[in-house]
């Protein structure tokens, strides 16, 4: 009877234990989400105010917003394929990494080819076409025609834009060109009259 009693208390002290042990552990904590952040533009310094991000694999999905900044977020640690798309303009894919509680900077990530725009300025003076402007202000893109009155912008992104003449001494003239992936290069030629005298102009110089 004593050594039955003996073997009970025995099981009864290993079973206790064992549920103690089992309760006593804690479960590791899961890592926490990291993500990942850039910016999409379409030229140097100019944003692309509609794209998507898409982070491969997992559920994150992002949207730029109007400064081409765009975040992926609550993406467990490890390696990814981002695919960056830019509506009409065009899409890429590269690859990034996260770790736990850490946001991954991409920096600038320019989508879209570029393409260019050229053409010609005739003048009734021809020294008035040696010291025209020709450009597109909203990208900072100026150049001066040739000595035949040709000119060429390149690395122009898809989208529309005006291309403004801005002759010696009077007022700027603007032509709105489209580039698209499907034409990336178009052609806008200009006239630069001469005004008759008595006639007032406003000049505008361009600021590269």
Do not use: H
């Amino acid at each position: 009877m004593r050594s039955m009693l003996g073997v009970g208390v025995l099981l009864v002290a290993g079973i206790a234990r064992a549920q103690g042990g089992a309760g006593g552990a804690a479960a590791p904590a899961p890592p926490k989400p990291g993500a990942i952040a850039g910016r999409v533009v379409i030229a140097p310094g100019v944003p692309a105010s509609a794209c998507k991000v898409t982070a491969e694999g997992a559920s994150g999905t992002a949207a730029c917003n109007t400064s081409g900044a765009f975040i992926v977020k609550d993406l467990p640690p490890g390696p990814y394929d981002l695919e960056v798309s830019v509506p009409s303009v065009g899409e890429a894919r590269l690859s990034a990494g996260t770790g736990a509680d850490q946001t991954t900077y991409l920096g600038d990530i320019r989508i879209g080819q570029p393409g260019a725009i050229g053409g010609r300025v005739t003048a009734d003076n021809s020294a008035d076409i040696d010291v025209a402007i020709i450009g597109i202000p909203e990208l900072g893109v100026y150049t001066t025609p040739n000595v035949t009155g040709g000119y060429l912008l390149t690395g122009v992104p898809s989208g529309s834009w005006k291309v403004t003449l801005f002759p010696s001494g009077q007022s700027p003239s603007v032509q709105s060109v489209t580039l698209s992936r499907a034409q990336p290069i178009a052609k806008a030629d200009f006239q630069i009259k001469t005004p008759p005298p008595g006639t007032t102009t406003s000049p505008t110089t361009p600021t590269p």
